[in-house]
T-cell receptor, first 112, second 110 residues
Framework: NAGVTQTPKFQVLKTGQSMTLQCAQD?????MSWYRQDPGMGLRLIHY???????DQGEVPNGYNVSRSTTEDFPLRLLSAAPSQTSVYFC???????????FGPGTRLTVL | DQQVKQNSPSLSVQEGRISILNCDYT??????FLWYKKYPAEGPTFLIS?????DKNEDGRFTVFLNKSAKHLSLHIVPSQPGDSAVYFC?????????FGTGTSLTVIP
């Protein structure tokens, strides 16, 4: 099992550019989520999904879109990147019957 | 406003001694609490958890204590080992959302 995988590992964008952060899991977990980690702020929930076709907003959803067309994949889209979105992004998944989340290795995004 | 707080950004302990990491929360509706450990350039990994209906959970060297009246939880690591050096995050669950603290960087000195 690869667990939770994220691509790319690093990305630099210019203000206004769009991009998609990819996340995939092979554990058949119903729940998937995206967090951002900023200095002094811990991890903050952006969006989450409890199954294919179902998504919901977390603490800091503005500027981000998600979709969940399959159980395995949960991409995060930045439609028009802003410097405030410079952060480290983590994807995580869990079985709905458990509380433990499995995290991916993260994507470090810089927006200039 | 931060619903889960870790007021100590860093902690240093000698190898073999006890490490105590603290976490406070404000929302009495949280029903599950978790601790994660994070090494640099990696994602967090799950360590231990506790339900809000319990006051203690133990797993090997790790014990989590929950004081609901004080809205406080703590993680005890005994004995501490150099490999425990990492950033520790506490997290709390409400519904399908998880709220994380800002982390405490633990250094275990050999």
């Amino acid at each position: 099992n690869a667990g939770v995988t994220q691509t790319p590992k690093f990305q630099v964008l210019k203000t206004g550019q769009s991009m998609t952060l990819q996340c995939a899991q092979d554990m058949n977990h119903e729940y998937m989520s995206w967090y951002r980690q900023d200095p002094g702020m811990g991890l903050r929930l952006i969006h989450y999904s409890v199954g294919a076709g179902i998504t919901d907003q977390g603490e800091v959803p503005n500027g981000y879109n998600v979709s969940r067309s399959t159980t395995e994949d949960f991409p995060l889209r930045l439609l028009s990147a802003a410097p405030s979105q410079t952060s480290v992004y983590f994807c995580a998944s869990r079985a709905l019957s458990k509380d433990e989340q499995f995290f991916g290795p993260g994507t470090r995004l810089t927006v200039l | 406003d931060q619903q889960v707080k870790q007021n100590s950004p860093s902690l240093s302990v000698q190898e073999g001694r006890i490490s105590i990491l603290n976490c406070d929360y404000t929302n009495s509706m949280f029903d599950y609490f978790l601790w994660y450990k994070k090494y640099p350039a990696e994602g967090p990994t799950f360590l231990i958890s506790i339900s809000s209906i319990k006051d203690k959970n133990e797993d090997g060297r790790f014990t989590v204590f929950l004081n609901k009246s004080a809205k406080h939880l703590s993680l005890h690591i005994v004995p501490s080992q150099p490999g425990d050096s990492a950033v520790y995050f506490c997290a709390a669950r409400f519904g399908n959302q998880f709220y994380f603290g800002t982390g405490t960087s633990l250094t275990v000195i050999p």
